[in-house]
């Protein structure tokens, strides 16, 4: 005798209608948005003779938005995709930003090279300027004519690169 594997648990499936049905879970997916639950609920098909017969119908939904647990089962038994729990480090500083300067090039005034480097993800940024790796912004920062975001936090970035981290603390404040 094979060994068959379990039937997957009841859930309570809430169609489109508002209409509840009980389902089968077969698995959960955790998603940036929320969890993802493949459901199959019960439904009628068409035999390629003509006949009609039960079957599965078997889809992803949102939970809790489009199913409720039945009472008294048990669901750990059920393949579960979890994401990756993000570190205190990134919890505590939030998203990374995208990495990378762009050059805002200036018109006018004395002199050529005159700009501003921005974060790339800088409002005051201009959009089709080319993306600067960080030893490209370094070499452009060291022209005297261009300055270093401040809005952005470009100038924070880049300037303890530029002028040594050292720089504005008395006896190693």
Request: aromatic share 6%; net charge negative; charged share 25%.
């Amino acid at each position: 005798m094979a060994d068959t594997p379990p039937e997957p648990p009841p859930i309570t499936v809430v169609l489109p209608n508002a209409e509840a049905v009980t389902g089968r879970l077969h698995e959960r997916r955790q998603t940036p948005d929320g969890w993802l639950y493949r459901v199959a609920v019960p439904a009628w098909q068409n035999t390629p003779e003509g006949r009609v017969e039960p079957a599965w119908y078997v889809v992803w939904v949102k939970a809790p938005d489009h199913v409720r647990p039945v009472d008294g089962v048990s669901y750990d038994g059920v393949p579960t995709e979890r994401l990756d729990a993000p570190s205190t480090v990134r919890e505590i500083l939030g998203p990374r930003r995208p990495s990378g300067w762009v050059l805002q090039k200036l018109e006018g005034g004395r002199g050529a090279g005159r700009g501003i480097i921005h974060a790339i993800d800088c409002e005051e940024a201009p959009t089709r300027a080319p993306l600067l790796a960080l030893d490209q912004a370094l070499d452009a920062a060291e022209h005297p004519g261009v300055q270093l975001c401040s809005l952005c936090g470009a100038a924070a970035e880049l300037d303890p690169v530029l002028r040594g981290f050292g720089q504005g603390h008395a006896d190693g404040e």
